[in-house]
Antibody, heavy 120, light 110 residues
Framework: EAQLVESGGGLVQPGRSLRLSCAASGFTFDDYAMHWVRQAPGRGLEWVSGISWNSGRIGYADSVKGRFTISRDNAKNSLYLQMNSLTPEDTALYHC?????????????WGQGTLVTVSS | QSVLTQPPSASGTPGQRVTISCSGSTSNIGINSVNWYQHLPGTAPKLLFYNNNERPSGVPDRFSGSKSGTSASLAISGLQSEDEADYYCAAWDDSLTGVVFGGGTKLTVL
């Protein structure tokens, strides 16, 4: 069974950067697309970004485009999210999620999430 | 404002059947499959259905999923107190080139 463990969250000032990591196990990592999905306090789930198995296809939500960068290291079974120019609106629990074998599929298994708080 | 539309709340008594709707468009549900998730805030969402009505192992058959046109539905029969949670639908959107979610439906078991 897939296991996804996020790390790297914390309290950060507006305008600063943070890098999230996701360690994957229990499945063949480089067979699947991966996603980041967040949930702000009191809000619903919001897709942030996705990446295909070979990093050949990448997508971002309009709310983070130009500020966030998704990447993966298949040799390390790891997914990353580099977040720059953070604003208080980025405060959320960030989940790493295993997608399908194709890029255009919704997530299947999810991690517990890592909390990002953007505040001065 | 979520791309997929769900009712914000639903409720039922133990043993009842409840249905949660999810309305989309031709760029998402109309041409792509729907996933459903059960979520307790602060925890990992749990996949209930993929490909509209495929149930992962471990999901009780009290739960059923369906899709017609640009809408999808999740039905829960024999409602139990442990079903109290938030439920989300999701689909890939070809126009937005990303995953879109419904706003979530909070299910209360009375």
């Amino acid at each position: 069974e897939a296991q996804l463990v996020e790390s790297g969250g914390g309290l950060v000032q507006p305008g600063r950067s943070l890098r999230l990591s996701c360690a994957a196990s229990g499945f063949t990592f480089d067979d699947y697309a991966m996603h980041w999905v967040r949930q702000a306090p009191g809000r619903g789930l919001e897709w942030v970004s996705g990446i295909s198995w070979n990093s050949g296809r990448i997508g971002y939500a309009d709310s983070v485009k130009g500020r966030f960068t998704i990447s993966r290291d298949n040799a390390k079974n790891s997914l990353y999210l580099q977040m720059n120019s953070l604003t208080p609106e980025d405060t959320a629990l960030y989940h790493c999620a295993k997608g399908g074998r194709g890029f255009g599929e919704s997530p299947h298994q999810w991690g517990q999430g890592t909390l990002v708080t953007v505040s001065s | 404002q979520s791309v997929l539309t769900q009712p914000p709340s639903a409720s039922g008594t133990p043993g009842q059947r409840v249905t949660i709707s999810c309305s989309g468009s031709t760029s998402n549900i109309g041409i792509n499959s729907v996933n459903w998730y059960q979520h307790l805030p602060g925890t990992a969402p749990k996949l209930l259905f993929y490909n509209n009505n495929e149930r992962p192992s471990g999901v009780p058959d009290r739960f059923s999923g369906s899709k017609s046109g640009t809408s999808a539905s999740l039905a829960i029969s024999g409602l139990q107190s442990e079903d109290e949670a938030d439920y989300y639908c999701a689909a890939w959107d070809d126009s937005l080139t990303g995953v879109v979610f419904g706003g979530g439906t909070k299910l209360t078991v009375l």
